[in-house]
């Protein structure tokens, strides 16, 4: 099983995201992350440090199975919301010596906590909080590209 958590980077103003314990240098698109806790689908889960997910950033398509969140497969960031087949990624290359591959399983309360807890602390950030409740809004709309 694998584990996932985030800590907070005052320089990039972002959330990196910690996989198995390890810093990826990546960063949550914290609202595609929360909807993925609560449904099944393709979402906008990272960028790098430009903060645009389409320029090194990945979709993730989510999966929740009994008590399992999982990331069944990855997409190039640049596929805008659509993943077409090519745009598949076996791997996604996180640091230099730190690459992911799919299927990535999480323990399902841990991963809800998880967004909870990104949740609450986006409530502590205004201009944070109005850009996430409106890309969550667009997300749960259906419209998930890299705006």
């Not at 950033?57 to 999966?63: C, D, I, P, Q, R």
């Not at 399992?68 to 290359?93: A, R, T």
Request: proline letters at 4%; one cysteine or more.
């Amino acid at each position: 099983m694998n584990k996932i958590s985030y800590e907070f980077s005052k320089k990039e103003d972002r959330y990196e995201i910690i996989i198995d314990d390890k810093k990826t240098g990546k960063y949550f698109d914290a609202p595609g992350l929360v909807l993925s806790a609560e449904q099944d689908g393709v979402f906008p889960m990272f960028s790098g440090n430009c903060g645009m997910l389409g320029c090194c950033g990945a979709y993730v398509e989510v999966e929740s199975i009994g008590d399992h969140i999982i990331w069944q497969k990855f997409w190039n960031g640049q596929c805008h919301g659509k993943p077409e087949l090519e745009d598949e990624l076996l791997e996604f290359k996180l640091t230099e010596d730190f690459i992911i591959r799919p299927p990535l399983v999480f323990n399902r309360n841990e991963y809800k906590k998880l967004t909870e807890s990104l949740v609450e602390d986006i409530k502590k950030k205004p201009d944070q909080q109005k850009r996430f409740l409106e890309t969550l809004e667009r997300y749960k709309s259906g419209d998930r590209s890299n705006m």
